[in-house]
């Protein structure tokens, strides 16, 4: 080949070699688009709640005394066993109130039929009297025997109704549907007024206890809603408000106590557990975006709104975070679209490939 014509050739050559270097170079200075998902900011309801384990306790546990003196014959139920209202839980020895029955129907009996024939007489007496055959003084004193014999019959009447309610009372009955929490007796005790005998726990009205820390009392008030739920029963959610605040005492620890109180929602057990969901604060319309939009980085808190093919960086302030989304409160006007996954590889203004 001839040197001119290989000069040219050389210098041709070059120049294609030096064009497709440029090129190369060009596209190794453009970043390749990040594939991400996106999704529309929303709105919803915010919840600001606190969670905690609590305890059931029966609402009302009436303990049960003697209400007559005798001696404990038979005992028919234990402790936890379910019990309703006006069901035989004790039974004394009878047989002496029945013996105190029996002279009281008599007293009666007996006072009846004088008082019966002290009428007579006064009548007969009232005749004669008229007929001026007795004197005044006979007729009144008939008559005062028939005024004590009137008073004596209201008082052995009064005594029937006092021994028939000692027999009525020798058998101990269940004042409320529950479960017997205590018993203080057993066969052949001696019990009187003064002794207790069964402490019932109510399971028609419960009363449940939640610990809070005391930092969190003065968020506390009467009225805030409570949703529970108790192991016995994981499938029942009851839903109530908070009745009282109150300091924890004797525990050693600085907390507070909420109670609530309810009706058994069924299943219930006095001594169950229940966790409960407390309703501190509730936002309408708040802006929610899915949790994994919202990236840290050292300006804070940020989330991608796409534009077109790149995204823009926005610090954002962040509320609560409930099922997968978290509450924006600042940073957003509600009408973007934002990274979802691949979020966390973005920068501000770098290229992205958004799918569905």
Request: hydrophobic content about 45%.
């Amino acid at each position: 080949m001839p040197t001119a014509h290989r000069l040219i050739f050389l210098v041709v050559a070059t120049v294609v070699l030096a064009g497709c270097g440029g090129d190369e170079a060009a596209a190794k200075k453009t970043p390749p688009a990040t594939p991400i998902s996106v999704a529309a900011v929303t709105r919803g309801t915010a919840i600001t709640a606190e969670h905690v384990l609590g305890r059931v306790e029966s609402a009302t546990s009436p303990q049960l005394f003697a209400e007559v003196p005798g001696t404990v014959a038979r005992v028919l139920v234990d402790v936890g066993a379910a019990v309703t209202p006006g069901q035989v839980l004790a039974e004394l020895d009878k047989a002496d109130l029945r013996l105190a029955l029996d002279a009281a129907r008599a007293d009666v009996g007996r006072i009846t039929a004088l008082l019966a024939n002290q009428q007579r007489t006064v009548g007969r007496y009232e005749q004669l009297h008229a007929d001026k055959l007795i004197s005044q003084d006979t007729l009144d004193e008939a008559q005062a025997e028939l005024k004590s014999l009137t008073e004596q019959l209201a008082g052995v009447r009064a005594g029937l109704a006092t021994a028939e309610r000692a027999v009525a009372k020798a058998r101990i009955l269940a004042p409320v549907t529950g479960v017997v929490a205590a018993r203080f007796v057993a066969a052949g005790d001696y019990v009187d007024t003064r002794t207790k005998l069964f402490e019932i726990a109510n399971r028609a009205r419960m009363r449940v206890h939640l610990p809070f820390p005391e930092s969190l009392a003065p968020a506390l008030r009467p009225g805030l809603t409570v949703n529970m739920r108790s192991p016995v029963a994981p499938e029942q959610v009851v839903t109530a408000k908070l009745d009282a605040v109150r300091p924890v005492v004797n525990d050693g620890s600085r907390a507070v106590e909420a109670i609530v109180q309810v009706d058994n929602p069924g299943s219930w057990t006095v001594g169950a557990s229940v966790n409960a969901e407390l309703i501190l604060e509730q936002r309408e319309n708040a802006l929610l975006v899915p949790e994994v939009s919202v990236v840290r980085r050292p300006a804070g808190d940020v989330v991608y709104v796409l534009k077109g093919d790149s995204v823009e960086q926005r610090k954002v302030t962040t509320g609560v975070r409930q099922n997968g989304m978290v509450e924006i409160r600042a940073g957003l006007a509600g009408d973007e679209t934002v990274a979802v996954d691949g979020a966390g590889f973005l920068t501000d203004q770098a290229r992205v490939q958004p799918r569905s």
